[in-house]
C-alpha cells in the first residue's frame, strides 16, 4: 500500500497532508518524545536516523515514500559519494572548490537528456558506460554506438559526442585509484614514495618491471608484471563530511543519544578499552566529535572462482567506527583501500605493500583540511587506527607472531595442551 502524499496539482502540500503527518508523527513519539528514529521521508527512504521535529518538517514539506515508484537508485548513488550536501542557506561560491564541484554534479543529476524526453543525461551516460564495461566494448567501438545515437536523437540533445566527454561529465562520480608496479617476487614497489619509480628492473633480485604477453589478435605486448591498486582513504574520509546526513552521524560518539545504557555492555567500538585509551593518549584528538576512528580488515580473495586455489588478491578495507550501532557495520561504509596481487602468500611482505597506506595514516593523524557540511564550516580532520580484523592465521602476517608451533597463541603461550606428533614433528 503506497503512503498517501496529500500533494495539490499546483505542487504545494495541502493541509489535510499536515495534519494527517503531524498525527502520525505524534502517534509514533508518544511513547519516548526523545528518540531518535528511522525517517519514511522520501530522500531518507528509513536508513537516516532523525529527532521528531525534523521527521515533521521532512514529511509535511517534503513528502514521503512512494511506494509504487520506479526508483533507478541515481539520487542514491550520489549520495554515496557525497552528494547530499544541502546549500539551501548559502549560494554558490561560499564553499570550497571540491565541494562546489558536488553541487555542479547535483544540478546536472536533473538535467534531462533533451527536451522531449523524461531522460536525464546522468542516468542515461551511467548506464552506457555500465553496458560497455558489462561486455568489453572497445572506445572505438563505442564512440560508434554514440554517433548512431546522435543521429537518431533531436538536435538539441545533450548526450557527449564521444567517450572523452562522457567521462569529464562522470568523473565526479569516481574514486581515484593509484597503480603501484610491483616487482614479481615482491622485494620492492616500484613507486615514488621509495624513490624507485624511475627504474625498470629490481634493485634487489634484478627482476624486469615488464613482461611480454600476447593481446586478444594474438600481437606480442609489454605490459607490468604485477600491480598493486590502492585508493587514499583520506578522499573517502572528505566525502563522509560533504553528505550532511552522514557528517551529522559521524558525531554520534560524542553527541548521540545512548538510550538504556548499560556500563557492563559494549554496543560500539567507543564502549571498548582501545576507544578509550586513545582518547587518554591525546586528548586534543578526542575532543573534537569528527576525529575519526577506523579500523582495517584483511582476507584472501578469489574474484571470480570461489573453489579456485590459491588466492589471487587480497583485498584491505577501511572501517570508520564513529557512525552509529544502526549504520557503522553497514557495507556502504566499508572502504576498499588497497588490492594486493597474489598468488604468493604475503607472510612478512605484507608491510611492503602497506607502505602507500602507511604514508596516508600518518597525514591523516596530523589532519587534513575538510569541508563539514553539516556545521557549514572547514575543519581539520584527523584519523587514528585502533585494531584489525580478520582470521588467525592472517594475524602472523599483521603482527609478525609466528601462528605455528606450541607457542602459537599471544595470549596462552605455553599454557596449552599442545604436543608434538612422534614421527612426523607436526604441533
Known amino acids: 500500500m503506497a503512503m498517501y502524499d496529500g500533494w495539490r496539482k499546483d505542487g504545494a502540500h495541502s493541509k489535510e497532508w499536515q495534519a494527517v503527518t503531524k498525527a502520525f508523527v505524534d502517534y509514533a513519539f508518544a511513547v519516548e518524545p526523545g528518540l531518535v528514529v528511522l525517517c519514511p521521508y522520501s530522500k531518507c527512504e528509513n536508513k537516516w536516523l532523525w529527532a521528531k521535529e525534523d521527521i515533521e518538517e521532512h514529511l509535511c514539506i517534503r513528502g514521503g515514500v512512494d511506494l509504487h515508484e520506479d526508483h533507478d537508485r541515481m539520487d542514491e548513488m550520489l549520495n554515496d559519494v557525497g552528494m547530499g550536501v544541502d546549500r539551501t542557506s548559502d549560494g554558490p561560491g561560499q564553499f570550497p572548490p571540491e565541494v562546489e564541484e558536488f553541487y555542479r554534479l547535483l544540478d546536472a543529476s536533473d538535467e534531462r537528456l533533451h527536451d522531449s524526453t523524461q531522460s536525464i543525461l546522468l542516468q542515461t551516460l551511467t548506464r552506457l558506460m555500465s553496458i560497455k564495461s558489462k561486455h568489453n566494448i572497445s572506445n572505438t567501438a563505442y564512440n560508434d554506438i554514440v554517433k548512431l545515437i546522435d543521429d537518431i536523437l533531436p538536435k538539441n540533445h545533450k548526450l557527449p ?128 566529535p569528527r576525529s575519526i576512528r577506523f579500523g582495517l580488515s584483511m582476507d584472501g580473495f578469489t574474484p571470480f572462482n570461489s573453489n579456485a586455489s590459491p588466492y589471487s588478491c587480497w583485498p584491505i578495507f577501511i572501517i570508520p567506527y564513529n557512525l552509529s550501532p544502526e549504520l557503522v557495520n553497514k557495507d556502504e561504509y566499508m572502504f576498499l583501500a588497497l588490492v594486493i596481487p597474489g598468488p604468493e602468500h604475503l607472510g612478512p611482505k605484507l608491510n611492503l605493500f602497506m607502505r602507500p597506506l602507511f604514508k596516508d595514516l600518518k597525514r591523516l593523524w596530523r589532519g587534513v583540511k575538510a569541508y563539514d557540511s553539516y556545521a557549514q564550516e572547514e575543519f581539520n580532520l584527523r584519523a587514528a587506527y585502533l585494531w584489525s580484523v580478520h582470521d588467525f592465521m ?24 599442545a604436543f608434538k606428533l612422534k614421527h612426523g614433528g607436526k604441533t
Open 161 to 288: 559526442k564521444n567517450l572523452y566527454f562522457a567521462k569529464k561529465i562522470l568523473a565526479g562520480l569516481g574514486m581515484k585509484y593509484e597503480k603501484i608496479d610491483v616487482c614479481p617476487n615482491n622485494c620492492i614497489l616500484f613507486w615514488e614514495g621509495d624513490g624507485t619509480d624511475k627504474i625498470d628492473c629490481c634493485n634487489q633480485c634484478n627482476a624486469s618491471r615488464y613482461v611480454q604477453v600476447t593481446n586478444d589478435e594474438g600481437e606480442s605486448i609489454t605490459t607490468k608484471a604485477k600491480q598493486l591498486r590502492y585508493m587514499q582513504p583520506d578522499s573517502r574520509f572528505l566525502r563522509m563530511y560533504l553528505y550532511k546526513e552522514t557528517a551529522m552521524h559521524m558525531r554520534w560518539p560524542k553527541e548521540g543519544k545512548h538510550p538504556n545504557k548499560n556500563e557492563d555492555i559494549m554496543e560500539h567500538p567507543a564502549d571498548g578499552d582501545a576507544w578509550k585509551a586513545l582518547d587518554n593518549f591525546d586528548p586534543e584528538f578526542a575532543k573534537d
Open 394 to 417: 592472517a594475524y602472523g602476517d599483521w603482527s609478525g607472531w609466528c601462528v605455528h608451533g606450541r607457542l602459537r597463541c599471544p595470549i596462552c603461550l605455553d599454557d596449552t595442551d
